[in-house]
């Protein structure tokens, strides 16, 4: 299952997506990169989780499959392409296969699913990748593009990651690897190095919440605000955070910091029960918001101490809370504890060790 299936948009997976809003400037660069002529045969896209990484790559790859197409399905005229950036028309044969993962020149590779333990695993492995070499060796079966998109790259392990790393070193003509990552600096630095950089900024808070009130129009005004500020510059935080009640999950969480330095016994191991209970989509549930939700927090925090945007609370003692942790540590300090943090949630999953101990211990080191 595709990470921006469930994060950049909870109502449509990326391939089907028709709109993309905000990247206007990425689009643009990979259009004159096509129009070039000299169109590089690795791209990272990188930027936050929910932001429309995925959504861009699939663009790409529809532009990149109906250039092969006749004039007459692709749109007559150059000044068309321009107004138009990388849009395909969503009622042609090309967008209706990527939408249906049909089409026979793209690959989309993504975690696969555990049939032993009868769930999705928690990172792509070697087995996920292995038909990439025999697909880009072979002919384009529409005779233009082979396109393969890796959402998201991050997830891969060592093994996975070395394998399509030799094939960004020996690179088939006619063939392209989009990589979609959240964080481009957990991969390997010869897997950057092959690859051109395509960096995506945040949504506007207005842009979120415009899309925000497409998504998902029952929901109220304060909820509304509420979901835009935590979204933090990402639709698919948003809708994932309105879908699986994220206010009270962000609610009990500084309710829980409010006891600091000395937790509320009671409260803390009751949230640690909540945030570790069995998934309920079986592919990472409360555990993965949660955490990624204190990540954010703490985040926000440690740039507001050291100069950068201050903290945007949705709760009004946030700001205290905040005030009182940093004054038991200094700046360095705390990016430590964040690392710390931010690791041992990452090992954890990838080991399958306990949910519940490892949300303690990530209380504990705030305060230790």
């Not at 005779?143 to 394998?163: F, Y």
């Not at 003509?173 to 395509?198: D, E, M, N």
């Not at 609610?251 to 945030?275: E, G, N």
């Amino acid at each position: 299952m595709s990470t921006d299936q469930q994060e950049e948009d909870s109502t449509a997976h990326p391939r089907a997506a028709s709109q993309l809003i905000g990247h206007s400037a990425a689009e643009q660069a990979l259009l004159a990169a096509h129009e070039s002529g000299r169109l590089h045969h690795g791209w990272l896209i990188a930027g936050p989780r929910g932001i429309g990484k995925a959504s861009l790559a699939y663009r790409f790859a529809r532009y990149l499959l109906n250039d092969a197409q006749p004039k007459a399905a692709a749109g007559l005229f150059a000044d068309d392409a321009a107004e138009s950036g990388l849009e395909v028309d969503s009622e042609s044969h090309v967008f209706r296969q990527v939408a249906a993962g049909s089409h026979p020149d793209l690959l989309a590779i993504e975690r696969g699913f555990d049939p032993r333990r009868k769930r999705w695993r928690e990172e792509i492995v070697v087995g996920d990748v292995r038909e990439m070499g025999g697909f880009l060796s072979l002919t384009p079966a529409m005779g233009g593009w082979r396109v393969v998109i890796v959402d998201a790259a991050d997830e891969m392990n060592r093994n996975a990651a070395n394998a399509i790393l030799k094939l960004l070193e020996e690179p088939p003509s006619r063939a392209i690897v989009l990589l979609v990552s959240h964080h481009p600096g957990r991969l390997l630095p010869t897997i950057r190095s092959r690859c051109r950089q395509l960096l995506l900024q945040p949504l506007s808070d207005q842009q979120v919440s415009d899309l925000l009130a497409t998504a998902r129009p029952d929901i109220d005004g304060s909820e509304h605000a509420a979901l835009v500020t935590l979204g933090n510059g990402s639709i698919g935080q948003a809708i994932t955070l309105a879908d699986a009640g994220g206010i009270a999950v962000y609610q009990q969480m500084i309710d829980v910091l409010a006891d600091a330095p000395r937790f509320d016994t009671r409260r803390l191991y009751k949230l640690a029960d909540d945030w570790s209970r069995s998934p309920r989509d079986g592919n990472g549930g409360v555990f993965d918001m949660a955490t990624a939700m204190l990540l954010d927090w703490l985040e926000q925090v440690i740039r507001a101490a050291a100069g950068g945007p201050p903290l945007r609370p949705i709760i009004d003692q946030e700001a205290d809370i905040a005030a009182r942790l940093l004054g038991r540590h200094n700046v360095v300090e705390w990016l430590d504890r964040y690392a710390a943090i931010d690791g041992l949630f990452r090992r954890g999953k990838a080991v399958n060790l306990d949910k519940r101990q490892m949300i303690l211990s990530a209380f504990f080191k705030l305060t230790e």
